[in-house]
């Protein structure tokens, strides 16, 4: 299965597209889309839209994940990073995507065990999974990756569950 996992931003919303088998997971795609802070924010929402479209045709993903929005001292970042999530989440729901939401929490409990651990311990867990040589460069990518990878688990988890019950 492709799975698109985003790490939603205004400034660079980071994105990565993995296939997942059970637990063997590669990497297919991944990036940042980054916009240019002298532009309307307005004409920033756009850019991420039509760049997410994109990469969607592109990758013809079967699902999404997206990570949500951790608490943010600076409401007006809050305020726009969640105007970003939406116009993401809209493109999944466009392409008629199922999408799904993890806490950054949630993410790290799945990529490394631990639900405190550190960016580096991720980046270099998401690196094992995908059998890489090196991390994925830019770390919103690679948070990209991750938040894939954790959607994998749960749905994996979730479908167990379903047939024991």
């Not at 993890?102 to 550190?118: E, F």
């Not at 995908?130 to 990209?144: C, M, R």
Request: proline share 2%; glycine share 10%; with cysteine.
């Amino acid at each position: 299965m492709k799975i698109l996992g985003v790490d939603p931003g205004l400034a660079a919303a980071g994105y990565a597209v993995i296939s997942a088998q059970g637990n063997n997971f590669s990497l297919v795609d991944c990036g940042n889309i980054t916009t240019a802070a002298g532009k309307e924010d307005t004409d920033r929402l756009c850019q991420i839209h039509r760049e997410l479209v994109e990469i969607i045709e592109k990758n013809n993903p079967e699902q999404m994940a997206v990570e949500e929005l951790f608490f943010n001292k600076n409401v007006k970042t809050a305020i726009r990073v969640g105007q970003a999530r939406g116009v993401i989440m809209l493109c999944g729901s466009e392409a008629g995507i199922k999408v799904a939401e993890y806490t950054p929490l949630q993410v790290k409990q799945a990529v490394v065990g631990y639900g405190r651990a550190r960016k580096n311990q991720v980046q270099e867990m998401v690196k094992a999974m995908l059998g890489l040589q090196k991390i994925i460069e830019p770390d919103d990518a690679a948070d990209a990756a991750a938040v894939a990878i954790c959607h994998s688990h749960y749905q994996g988890n979730k479908d167990k569950w379903g047939q024991i019950l």
